[in-house]
């Protein structure tokens, strides 16, 4: 009654608790045998080294970086800090959807144009929650003298690339970042993401000209031959891959689509995934949060599982697998989830991970999702979820403990490597 609300048509019952957000304060407790055990990220193996990171990127051809078990202070913010500074470097040219309001991003790009470097920043200014934050970083580097543009009428910028132009010894080289999550050093620590340091000649021809569409807008006819961007590509290429994995595997069985992501929601991709399982292809859907389409439903979906890791991290990362006969799988790393609103309603890019040291590294974090008896769900025919069960005698680590166990066994392997004495022959 103090309230003037009508009870039959203005309250509403929930099933669970309003405002879970509030649990936060749990966390802060000082409980400390409740509390994971501090996490420190590592850096990575190839990056130890206080040698140029250009020519550590030129020599590797690439470099996957997986945060937060990977610093991103010591790989990605490096990157940048370096190309600020190198006297051989001409320009940089970046996205920036969404960073921290005191940004050694920011920082490192205001040096770089302090030192006569020609920066380009294309500046998401609709970014929820950010948007205050874009625009007044945005009137910061323009002041300093960075060219600021805003994207392309109609469309958020959401994918994350860098563009770094240097003169090496055998003339202008390109060294490329392309990352699934956003170039934020504080929710680096907090959420997994992927990202590939690459000085590969046709993913950065490709990145040249995404930039070239970003900083004009102009539509003209763009030949892009590694990355699939959206609004333009992306989503015809997932579907075309998705209709070749049932037509290989109707010729010769062992059809595999393995995709992680954050939601699913596009209904031409559900419907290619219905129709993908209903001829015999095996999909397995690592989706953390909405996902439209329903597992195992008989004559329907009975080859599709979904499951979704919660744990430590929060699961940011998207990643793309098809089998593709066997001989030729394809692995890709991408900022767009597949949702409508990323695949025709924003700029993305979806990048191939061709290396086969790198497509390990993928393939192990699916051993992992896989393997996760802890932190993994598994959604039922009916939308509800399952949480699995470590068996009598199993550790029951989820999948962010053995992830973090397995980069400390990398770094461990890469200095214990570096110590063996020089064996002169």
């Known amino acids: 009654a103090e309230l003037e609300l009508d009870e039959a048509n203005d309250v509403f019952e929930v099933p669970g608790m309003l405002s879970?957000?509030?649990?936060?304060?749990?966390?802060?407790?000082?409980?400390?045998?409740?509390?994971?055990?501090?996490?420190?990220?590592?850096?990575?193996?190839?990056?130890?080294?206080?040698?140029?990171?250009?020519?550590?990127?030129?020599?590797?051809?690439?470099?996957?970086?997986?945060?937060?078990?990977?610093?991103f202070s010591t790989s990605v913010e490096r990157f940048l800090r370096e190309a600020a500074t190198d006297p051989k470097v001409r320009g940089i040219k970046m996205t920036l959807y969404r960073t921290s309001s005191q940004s050694r991003i920011i920082d490192a790009l205001l040096q770089a144009a302090q030192n006569g470097k020609q920066v380009a920043v294309v500046v998401e200014l609709k970014a929820r929650f950010d948007e205050a934050t874009n625009i007044r970083l945005a009137e910061q580097m323009e002041e300093a003298g960075i060219h600021v543009t805003y994207g392309v009428v109609g469309l958020k910028t959401h994918c994350k690339v860098i563009l770094v132009v240097r003169q090496d010894y055998r003339g202008l080289q390109r060294y490329v970042h392309i990352g699934t999550g956003n170039y934020h050093a504080e929710t680096a620590r907090i959420y997994s993401d992927i990202g590939l340091l690459t000085c590969d000649e046709t993913i950065a021809q490709d990145v040249t000209e995404l930039f070239n569409y970003l900083t004009t807008g102009f539509t003209a006819k763009r030949n892009y031959r590694a990355l699939v961007p959206a609004p333009k590509l992306l989503k015809k290429a997932l579907l075309t891959k998705i209709q070749r994995e049932a037509a290989l595997h109707a010729e010769s069985g062992g059809?595999?689509?393995?995709?992680?992501?954050?939601?699913?929601?596009?209904?031409?991709?559900?419907?290619?995934?219905?129709?993908?399982?209903?001829?015999?292809?095996?999909?397995?859907?690592?989706?953390?949060?909405?996902?439209?389409?329903?597992?195992?439903?008989?004559?329907?979906?009975?080859?599709?599982?979904?499951?979704?890791?919660?744990?430590?991290?929060?699961?940011?990362?998207?990643?793309?697998?098809?089998?593709?006969?066997?001989?030729?799988?394809?692995?890709?790393?991408?900022?767009?989830?597949?949702?409508?609103?990323?695949l025709e309603a924003r700029v993305e890019v979806m990048c191939p991970v061709a290396s086969a040291e790198l497509t390990r590294e993928l393939r192990n974090i699916f051993v992992c999702y896989d393997a996760d008896h802890r932190s993994a769900w598994e959604m039922q025919p009916d939308g509800s979820y399952l949480q699995r069960r470590p068996a009598e005698g199993e550790s029951g680590e989820g999948t962010h403990q053995m992830l973090i166990a397995q980069a400390k066994r990398r770094l461990k392997e890469s200095l214990k490597q570096k110590k063996k004495p020089i064996q002169h022959r």
Do not use: W
């Not at 990220?41 to 470099?63: E, K, M, S, W, Y």
């Not at 992501?261 to 209904?267: I, K, P, R, S, Y």
């Open 255 to 342: 059809g595999l689509i393995q995709f992680k992501m954050n939601a699913l929601e596009d209904g031409d991709i559900v419907k290619a995934l219905y129709r993908a399982s209903m001829a015999g292809v095996k999909i397995v859907l690592y989706v953390r949060d909405t996902c439209r389409l329903r597992p195992g439903i008989p004559g329907l979906s009975e080859n599709i599982s979904v499951v979704s890791i919660v744990g430590r991290f929060l699961e940011h990362a998207r990643v793309y697998y098809f089998r593709n006969g066997g001989v030729d799988e394809e692995y890709f790393i991408s900022s767009a989830d597949a949702m409508n609103r990323n």
């Open 20 to 71: 879970m957000r509030d649990l936060s304060e749990i966390c802060r407790l000082d409980y400390p045998r409740l509390h994971d055990p501090a996490h420190h990220p590592i850096d990575h193996p190839q990056l130890l080294t206080t040698r140029n990171i250009f020519h550590t990127v030129r020599d590797t051809g690439a470099i996957l970086l997986q945060h937060p078990y990977v610093s």
